[in-house]
T-cell receptor, first 111, second 114 residues
Framework: GIQVEQSPPDLILQEGANSTLRCNFSDSVNNLQWFHQNPWGQLINLFYIPSGTKQNGRLSATTVATERYSLLYISSSQTTDSGVYFCAVDPSGGGADGLTFGKGTHLIIQP | DGGITQSPKYLFRKEGQNVTLSCEQNLNHDAMYWYRQDPGQGLRLIYYSQIVNDFQKGDIAEGYSVSREKKESFPLTVTSAQKNPTAFYLC?????????????FGPGTRLTVT
């Protein structure tokens, strides 16, 4: 099956810093999503981005499908940005199949 | 208020007992999914269903069963055959047959089996 690798596994930053999280995947994908898991376990949708670039406030994401990677940018980090960030992909051509998740990047923003 | 609900939030069972986790959505989504998360890990797919009365095994279906009798509901049964049932279980849903297959998740159920 498809492999999803996220880096770095852990990241500790000071408030106000910028960060880049990376997701590499081993095959072409029909769906790529970025999630933030909060301390209560809820998965919050950040981006649906199988290709191209999107921005939402301080967050932006870019997926280069031909080179099989996606990047999540967080600017001017706040302590509320702390948590685990997951990249997940669906390789199937038909869509609406299950996602394969990476192991996540654990981000800690210190005041 | 549209969304996905899972109940209960916490569930405790004795080893050897079957237990059923509830998942309901009012987003009018055709597809629904069950995932399992172990501590410090990503999510893994258990089962998914693209339409009513049809479902497919995911990567770790052994020891689990599902049904899809209504579009809004996709309950998951953790059977006594599941060797390590203690985990965090998340349900999701999405549209199908459109340009976007974005999945949305419920709040999850934490199951502890002793």
């Amino acid at each position: 099956g498809i492999q999803v690798e996220q880096s770095p596994p852990d990241l500790i930053l000071q408030e106000g810093a910028n960060s880049t999280l990376r997701c590499n995947f081993s095959d072409s994908v029909n769906n790529l999503q970025w999630f933030h898991q909060n301390p209560w376990g809820q998965l919050i949708n950040l981006f649906y981005i199988p290709s191209g670039t999107k921005q939402n406030g301080r967050l932006s994401a870019t997926t280069v499908a031909t080179e099989r990677y996606s990047l999540l940018y967080i600017s001017s980090s706040q302590t509320t940005d702390s948590g685990v960030y997951f990249c997940a992909v669906d390789p199937s051509g038909g869509g609406a199949d299950g996602l394969t998740f990476g192991k996540g990047t654990h981000l800690i923003i210190q005041p | 208020d549209g969304g996905i609900t899972q109940s209960p939030k916490y569930l405790f069972r004795k080893e050897g007992q079957n237990v059923t986790l509830s998942c309901e959505q009012n987003l009018n989504h055709d597809a629904m999914y069950w995932y399992r998360q172990d501590p410090g890990q990503g999510l893994r797919l258990i089962y998914y269903s693209q339409i009513v009365n049809d479902f497919q095994k995911g990567d770790i279906a052994e020891g689990y069963s599902v049904s899809r009798e209504k579009k809004e509901s996709f309950p998951l049964t953790v059977t006594s055959a599941q060797k390590n049932p203690t985990a965090f279980y998340l349900c999701a849903s999405s549209t199908r047959g459109t340009d976007s297959y974005e999945q949305y998740f419920g709040p999850g159920t934490r199951l502890t089996v002793t």
